[in-house]
């Protein structure tokens, strides 16, 4: 039977494949270890610009000296950084991410910034490698809509929470409401294939709108949710570091650049400076993004 035939009876009843939980997890942990050396070279950027929000985190959580921390999707090392600060002395953090790249950063993060209580392991959040009630809270920003299964996800962190300890996570809100994603998007779309934000798998609109954040925190068993949207403007000193910054973080842009040649290269960056041209003020970028902010008691 040739491969053509065999497709072809294989899909006879035209039934798309849905990838499993552990396909979909798989390809995030790819996709992110490849992102890891360019979240490295912008973490001071990424810090300096989402200081508001971890500090809204850590206090949702009710972080304060002495307390045991989880931190969950911590990529190059925020909120658990902060975190480990505010809980100092007496406390500490632990910090947990599916790809050992991102691991091998965020330690890089605490060695530098001489956080001795903050603690970094690989760690899927579908199954925490922790007994049940050994901490006093929990953090996760911009990790959880990542996860193929996020009820799970949140369901092993009331696990792991002491009766009564705090879940203060971060997610993106709309695209309507988020043009610092949707504008490059669509400037990538032009050049190559992107696929339209799809609820049902991994992704960063995942867990927008506020009611199904709302919907997976209580149906992992959490009480006194309470979810808001919390406005941000992102800002660049110039169309250049909008451009470095933004081959180093945007997934969607990196993946194009790894398809295209040197001279549709140049092609995307003019299309992309030009579509980003109305957000500059006085020679800075500023861009709107929307994370809806939630917290939740165990
Ligand atoms: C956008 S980064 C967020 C990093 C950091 N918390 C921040 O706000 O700067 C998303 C992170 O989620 C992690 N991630 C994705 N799926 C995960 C899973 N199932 N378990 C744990 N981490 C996961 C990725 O490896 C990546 O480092």
Redesign the pocket.
């Known amino acids: 039977m040739t491969g053509a035939r065999r497709l072809a009876t294989e899909n006879y009843l035209n039934i798309p494949i849905m990838p499993t939980s552990d396909e979909l ?1 798989a390809q ?2 790819l996709q ?1 270890s490849r ?1 890891a050396e360019g ?1 490295e070279r912008q973490y001071e950027w ?1 810090e300096g610009q ?1 200081r508001d929000l971890t500090a809204w985190l850590c206090g949702a959580a009710g972080l304060v000296p002495g307390l045991q921390v989880l ?6 090392g ?2 658990a950084s902060t975190a480990a600060l505010r809980v100092r002395p007496g406390g500490g953090v632990t910090a ?4 050992p790249d ?1 691991v091998a950063v965020a330690r890089r993060t605490a060695r530098r910034l001489g956080l001795d209580n903050l603690e970094v392991r690989e ?4 199954a925490l490698a922790f007994p049940d009630g050994m901490f006093d809270a929990a953090t ?4 959880l809509m ?2 193929p299964d996020p009820v799970r ?1 949140a369901a092993e962190v009331r696990r792991v929470l002491k009766p009564g300890g705090r879940f203060a996570l971060a997610v993106w809100d709309e695209p309507a409401k988020n043009p610092f994603f949707t504008v490059l998007a669509g400037v990538v779309g032009q050049f190559v294939p992107v696929p339209p934000p799809d609820p049902t798998v ?1 992704g960063v609109f995942r867990l927008a709108p506020p009611e199904e954040l709302a919907r997976v925190l209580g149906a992992a068993g959490f009480s006194e949710v309470e979810v808001e949207a919390r406005p941000m403007t992102l800002s660049y000193e110039s169309l250049d570091e909008y451009w470095r910054v933004q081959t180093d973080l945007a997934a969607p842009l990196r993946a194009a650049m790894e398809t295209l040649g040197p001279g549709e290269i140049a092609r995307l960056k003019a299309a992309v400076l030009d579509a980003m041209a109305p957000f500059v003020e006085g020679g800075r970028v500023r861009v709107g993004a929307v994370p809806l902010c939630a917290r939740a008691v165990r």
Do not use: E, V, Y
Request: charged share 20%.
């Open positions: 997890t995030q942990k992110w992102a979240w990424f989402s931190d969950l999707a911590s990529g190059s925020q909120p947990t991410d599916l790809s991102m760690m899927d959040m579908r996760c920003r911009f990790g990542f996860c996800a991994p």
